[in-house]
C-alpha cells in the first residue's frame, strides 16, 4: 500500500543535533510543498528520520492537508505560529508577496527613484541596490518592496534578517503602514541613519496629520553593514516590543495600534533626516536581506484564521482576531473583477464558496481565482485622460492609465475636482476599480457620457473608506467615464493610482 503524505521543505536557518535529536534556536521555515509516496521505509539512520518527520506535517489517506508550523518563540516567552514568509530562495522576487516600487515618491525631500530594476534576488537574499544614477528626474536609484494590497496582519511577530548598507545619505528602513491608508499610523521596526552605521531606531508614530505623535528609541551595537542582524517586532493588544538580535531593546505600552497593517522594506538616499549623500558615500549600496518571516501567537483555546488571496478578497462572518473555540464561522471568497472562485488551498480544501467551519484549531487558508472567460474585460488602459486640475506637474492624469501602480494622479487640494477616461467608443461598462492613496474623496460619483458635456450619475458614494473598491455598474454604458468628486476625505487633493474600468 502507498501512503501519500504531503511534505514541506524547510530552509534551516540554525541548528544543530545531537544524539539525533534537534535544538533549534530561532527556527522559521519556508514552504515548498509537494506530494511524494512511500512504501516499505525501513529506517538506517536515525538522523535522517528526523529530517523526514519534520517534513511530514500531516498524512491522510482521504485528504491532503498543510498543517501549521508552530516553532520556538522568537521573542523567548511563548510558542507562536508562522503563517507568512519569505525566504528568498527562488530566482525572482515573488510578486504574489511584494509590489516593487517603480516610482520618484514625494515625501521627506528623498532624492531616489524608486526602480525595479535595483530589486532582485541574488544568493538567497532580496537585494535593494542605490545607486548614483539618473532617472525619473532623480539623481539617485534604489529599491522599494512591500505587501500592501497583498498581506496585512494585526498583532503577531515580524522578524526581518538582514545587513545593512551605510553611508552619508543612506536611510534603510523595516516598516509598517496602516493599510487603510492615512498617515499615521506608522511602526518602524527598523532605521538606520547611514552615517551612524552603529545606531538603529524603533519608533511608533501615531495622531491625526498634522497633530502627528512619534515615541521611540534607538539601540547601539555593531556596524550593522558589516554583518546579517535580526530586527524584530513583537505587536499585541496594548504592547509594542523591539527586538535587535533576538534581544528585546525597547517596549511601550501606549497608543498602541489595533489596525491592519502591511509591511515596507527599502532604502531612501537622502531626505531632512539623513541629510544628501557627501563625497564620502561609496555607491552603489547594497541591503540584503535574508529572511521575512510573520507570526501569530499559539493559543489553543483562541484560534485564529489567516487567508490569503490573489485576484480576489476574503471575509470572515464574524469577523474577529481571534475565535472561542467551537465557533461557527462562515467564509467568503469574492473574487476581483474579472475572476470566478475556484477553490481552497490550505488546512481547509475544498470548493464550496461560502464555506462554514468550526473553530477547533488555527486556520491558514487561501482562495484560489481564475480567469473568467465570460466575465468583463479591461477597456479602459492606455487611454486619453482629462483632470480638473493637478497638484504638480509629476502627478499627471495619465497615471491612472497607466497600469503602473507606483504612480499616479493627484489634484489640487480644493472641491469640486474631476477625472474622466475617454474610451474610444462607446462601451457597455460593467465595472469600475478605484486605487485610492491616503487622499481619497469622501463624497463623489459615477458619471457616463457619450459626449463629455452631458453627464449622467450611475452610482454614488458618501463614505470614508478609501483604498482599492471595486465598483459594479448596471445599466450603464458611454464612450466617456468620470469620477466627479464633490468634497475630500482629507486636507488634500482627490489622488489615485489607478482607475480601471471593465466593460464589454
Given at each position: 500500500?502507498?501512503?501519500r503524505?504531503?511534505?514541506?521543505?524547510?530552509?534551516?536557518?540554525?541548528?544543530?543535533?545531537?544524539?539525533?535529536?534537534?535544538?533549534?534556536?530561532?527556527?522559521?521555515?519556508?514552504?515548498?510543498?509537494?506530494?511524494?509516496?512511500i512504501?516499505?521505509?525501513?529506517?538506517?539512520?536515525?538522523?535522517?528520520?528526523?529530517?523526514?518527520?519534520?517534513?511530514?506535517?500531516?498524512?491522510?489517506?482521504?485528504?491532503?492537508?498543510?498543517?501549521?508550523?508552530?516553532?520556538?518563540?522568537?521573542?523567548?516567552?511563548?510558542?507562536?505560529?508562522?503563517?507568512?514568509?519569505?525566504?528568498?530562495?527562488g530566482k525572482?522576487?515573488?510578486?504574489?508577496?511584494w509590489?516593487?516600487?517603480d516610482?520618484?515618491?514625494?515625501?521627506?525631500?528623498?532624492?531616489?527613484?524608486?526602480?525595479?530594476?535595483?530589486?532582485?534576488?541574488?544568493?538567497?537574499?532580496?537585494?535593494?541596490?542605490?545607486r548614483?544614477?539618473?532617472?525619473?528626474?532623480r539623481?539617485?536609484?534604489?529599491?522599494?518592496?512591500?505587501?500592501?494590497?497583498?498581506?496585512?496582519?494585526?498583532?503577531?511577530?515580524?522578524?526581518?534578517?538582514?545587513?545593512?548598507?551605510?553611508?552619508?545619505?543612506?536611510?534603510?528602513?523595516?516598516?509598517?503602514?496602516?493599510?487603510?491608508?492615512?498617515?499615521?499610523?506608522?511602526?518602524?521596526?527598523?532605521?538606520?541613519?547611514?552615517?551612524?552605521p552603529?545606531?538603529?531606531?524603533?519608533?511608533?508614530?501615531?495622531?491625526?496629520?498634522?497633530?502627528?505623535?512619534?515615541?521611540?528609541?534607538?539601540?547601539?551595537?555593531?556596524?550593522?553593514?558589516?554583518?546579517?542582524?535580526?530586527?524584530?517586532?513583537?505587536?499585541?493588544?496594548?504592547?509594542?516590543?523591539?527586538?535587535?538580535?533576538?534581544?528585546?531593546?525597547?517596549?511601550?505600552?501606549?497608543?498602541v495600534?489595533?489596525?491592519?497593517?502591511?509591511?515596507?522594506?527599502?532604502?531612501?538616499?537622502?531626505?531632512?533626516?539623513?541629510?544628501?549623500?557627501?563625497?564620502?558615500?561609496?555607491?552603489?549600496?547594497?541591503?540584503?536581506?535574508?529572511?521575512?518571516?510573520?507570526?501569530?501567537?499559539?493559543?489553543?483555546?483562541?484560534?485564529f484564521?489567516?487567508?490569503?488571496a490573489?485576484?480576489?478578497?476574503?471575509?470572515?462572518?464574524?469577523?474577529?482576531e481571534?475565535?472561542?473555540?467551537?465557533?461557527?464561522?462562515?467564509i467568503?471568497?469574492?473574487?476581483?473583477?474579472?475572476?470566478?472562485?475556484?477553490?481552497?488551498?490550505?488546512?481547509?480544501?475544498?470548493?464550496?464558496?461560502?464555506?462554514?467551519?468550526?473553530?477547533?484549531?488555527?486556520?491558514?487558508?487561501?482562495?484560489?481565482?481564475?480567469?473568467?472567460?465570460?466575465?468583463?474585460?479591461?477597456?479602459?488602459?492606455?487611454?486619453k485622460?482629462?483632470?480638473?486640475?493637478?497638484?504638480?506637474?509629476?502627478?499627471?492624469?495619465?497615471?491612472?492609465?497607466?497600469?503602473?501602480?507606483?504612480?499616479?494622479?493627484?489634484?489640487?487640494?480644493?472641491?469640486?475636482?474631476?477625472?474622466?477616461?475617454?474610451?474610444?467608443?462607446?462601451?457597455?461598462?460593467e465595472?469600475?476599480?478605484?486605487?485610492?492613496?491616503?487622499?481619497?474623496?469622501?463624497?463623489?460619483?459615477?458619471?457616463?457620457?457619450?459626449?463629455?458635456?452631458?453627464?449622467?450619475?450611475?452610482?454614488?458614494?458618501?463614505?470614508?473608506?478609501?483604498?482599492i473598491?471595486?465598483?459594479?455598474?448596471?445599466?450603464?454604458?458611454?464612450?466617456?467615464?468620470?469620477?466627479?468628486?464633490?468634497?475630500?476625505?482629507?486636507?488634500?487633493?482627490?489622488?489615485?493610482?489607478?482607475?480601471?474600468?471593465?466593460?464589454?
Amino acid at each position: 500500500m502507498y501512503l501519500r503524505v504531503t511534505v514541506e521543505t524547510y530552509v534551516l536557518k540554525k541548528g544543530r543535533f545531537q544524539n539525533g535529536a534537534a535544538f533549534f534556536y530561532g527556527l522559521a521555515f519556508s514552504f515548498k510543498s509537494a506530494s511524494i509516496k512511500i512504501r516499505n521505509m525501513k529506517v538506517k539512520n536515525w538522523n535522517s528520520l528526523f529530517f523526514i518527520s519534520c517534513a511530514i506535517l500531516s498524512f491522510s489517506l482521504d485528504n491532503v492537508y498543510s498543517q501549521e508550523t508552530i516553532v520556538e518563540d522568537p521573542t523567548g516567552i511563548e510558542e507562536w505560529v508562522l503563517v507568512w514568509s519569505d525566504e528568498f530562495d527562488g530566482k525572482e522576487v515573488d510578486t504574489t508577496k511584494w509590489r516593487i516600487e517603480d516610482a520618484a515618491l514625494i515625501k521627506n525631500n528623498e532624492l531616489q527613484y524608486y526602480t525595479p530594476e535595483d530589486v532582485y534576488l541574488e544568493n538567497g537574499n532580496l537585494v535593494l541596490r542605490s545607486r548614483k544614477k539618473s532617472m525619473g528626474g532623480r539623481d539617485y536609484t534604489s529599491g522599494l518592496v512591500e505587501t500592501k494590497g497583498l498581506y496585512t496582519q494585526t498583532y503577531g511577530f515580524f522578524e526581518i534578517r538582514a545587513k545593512l548598507p551605510k553611508g552619508k545619505g543612506i536611510w534603510p528602513a523595516h516598516w509598517m503602514m496602516n493599510a487603510v491608508g492615512t498617515w499615521p499610523p506608522e511602526i518602524d521596526i527598523m532605521e538606520l541613519i547611514g552615517h551612524e552605521p552603529n545606531k538603529v531606531h524603533m519608533t511608533n508614530h501615531w495622531g491625526l496629520h498634522p497633530d502627528n505623535r512619534m515615541e521611540g528609541s534607538h539601540f547601539t551595537g555593531p556596524d550593522f553593514s558589516e554583518d546579517f542582524h535580526t530586527f524584530g517586532l513583537q505587536w499585541e493588544k496594548g504592547l509594542l516590543r523591539w527586538f535587535v538580535d533576538g534581544e528585546e531593546r525597547y517596549s511601550t505600552t501606549e497608543n498602541v495600534h489595533d489596525v491592519p497593517f502591511y509591511l515596507i522594506l527599502n532604502t531612501a538616499v537622502g531626505g531632512n533626516w539623513p541629510g544628501k549623500p557627501n563625497a564620502t558615500t561609496e555607491f552603489p549600496q547594497y541591503h540584503y536581506i535574508d529572511y521575512v518571516r510573520v507570526f501569530k501567537k499559539n493559543i489553543p483555546e483562541k484560534p485564529f484564521i489567516i487567508a490569503s488571496a490573489d485576484n480576489g478578497k476574503v471575509y470572515f462572518d464574524p469577523d474577529k482576531e481571534r475565535y472561542d473555540k467551537g465557533d461557527d464561522v462562515t467564509i467568503t471568497a469574492v473574487p476581483d473583477i474579472g475572476y470566478i472562485f475556484d477553490s481552497w488551498a490550505g488546512n481547509m480544501e475544498g470548493f464550496d464558496n461560502p464555506l462554514t467551519i468550526k473553530m477547533n484549531k488555527n486556520l491558514i487558508l487561501k482562495a484560489l481565482f481564475e480567469k473568467d472567460p465570460d466575465g468583463p474585460v479591461l477597456i479602459s488602459q492606455g487611454k486619453k485622460v482629462v483632470a480638473s486640475s493637478l497638484e504638480s506637474p509629476e502627478l499627471q492624469a495619465s497615471n491612472v492609465v497607466d497600469g503602473n501602480l507606483g504612480t499616479r494622479w493627484s489634484s489640487k487640494f480644493s472641491d469640486p475636482q474631476w477625472i474622466y477616461i475617454d474610451l474610444e467608443e462607446e462601451y457597455t461598462i460593467e465595472a469600475v476599480k478605484l486605487y485610492w492613496e491616503a487622499a481619497h474623496g469622501r463624497r463623489y460619483e459615477i458619471q457616463v457620457s457619450n459626449d463629455a458635456i452631458d453627464w449622467t450619475t450611475v452610482e454614488t458614494f458618501n463614505d470614508n473608506v478609501g483604498q482599492i473598491k471595486d465598483i459594479w455598474l448596471e445599466n450603464a454604458a458611454g464612450r466617456y467615464i468620470r469620477l466627479m468628486g464633490s468634497e475630500r476625505a482629507t486636507q488634500w487633493g482627490y489622488s489615485l493610482f489607478e482607475i480601471e474600468v471593465f466593460g464589454k
